[in-house]
């Protein structure tokens, strides 16, 4: 079984949890004053790259907050989880919060970690290994 460490409570099964969508998403401070292209392209368009991907998550059998992963999509493996409004934590390759088994690393993705996230609370983010399968 897949467990995903979520910030606020530990590591818990993947049935507690619901995907988000992308993290780090930057919203218009006027919605009023996009074009209709704009605005649907905010509404729809998201990077599906492959490699590390900065994802939004609901611990919804849990404490019920949003928080951020970085999830390796070739590989399924967490390799940090960080609460929401946080900026996205470095993850070298092999080394310190580089998951489970290493070797998975970062991936130029465009993803700057700046964004307008919020939710979360107080506390430290969690980093590393943060996925187990049994």
Known sequence: MLLIECPYC????ELEFSHGGQAHVARAKN???????DWTDFLYMR???KGVHAERWRHIHGCGRYFNALRDTTTDHFL???KAGEPRP???SGGAGSGIGGGAGSHPSGDTGVGADSGGGPGQASAGDSQARS
Do not use: E, F, H, M
């Open 31 to 37: 919605p009023a004053d996009l074009s209709a292209q």
């Open 10 to 13: 530990g590591k818990r099964p």
């Open 80 to 82: 940090a989880t960080y």
């Open 47 to 49: 990077s599906n790259i």
């Open 90 to 92: 470095a993850v070298g």
